[in-house]
């Protein structure tokens, strides 16, 4: 959230004209409401892939199409038209960011089992390691705000066909 909220008691939250409101700060998207996926992606037919596979496609993604060379541009800069993921917004309620549960990060896309297929335990329970590596993924993105605590919006999603 920006801004963050001030630390007081009392009603933490409001919906007015259908707009999820947390202190004062408005969220940005409803329930009920579609969003579409940005990933990281690039323009095709890519010239000299050494397949047909990508001849005459539009759109080439970095997730599916991991063994060519190409330009890729940030997901930032997805347009609506290139997105092939679509999604509801199911929730969306205000919550601390070290509150994110074991599930929610699993969900989140955090893998539990290293690549021996055995659950990484050097230091600590399977549990601590899992949040630990949302944790460290988390201050890459928003430097210092896991250690603050920050207020986030969490957005539950329902994939659509």
């Not at 707009?19 to 037919?45: D, L, N, S």
């Not at 997105?83 to 994110?100: C, G, H, N």
């Not at 539990?112 to 600590?124: A, N």
Request: proline content about 7%; some cysteine.
């Amino acid at each position: 959230m920006n801004p963050q909220p001030p630390e007081i008691c009392g009603e933490i939250g409001a919906v007015i004209n259908g707009a999820h409101y947390f202190h004062g700060v408005r969220c940005f998207y409803r329930p009920g409401e579609t969003i579409y996926i940005k990933e990281a992606w690039a323009r095709g037919p890519v010239l000299g892939a050494g397949s047909e596979k990508w001849a005459g496609r539009e759109i080439l993604y970095r997730a599916t199409d991991v063994e060519i060379s190409a330009q890729w541009k940030s997901p930032r800069f997805m347009p609506e038209w290139a997105s092939r993921s679509r999604a509801r917004i199911v929730s969306v309620m205000p919550e601390r960011v070290q509150e994110i549960t074991l599930a929610d990060v699993v969900k989140e896309g955090i893998n539990p089992v290293v690549e021996s297929g055995q659950p990484d335990c050097h230091d600590g329970t399977v549990g601590e390691i899992i949040i630990k590596r949302f944790s460290d993924l988390w201050e890459s993105l928003h430097p210092g705000s896991w250690e603050r605590n920050d207020w986030v919006f969490r957005y539950e999603l329902e994939k659509l066909p």
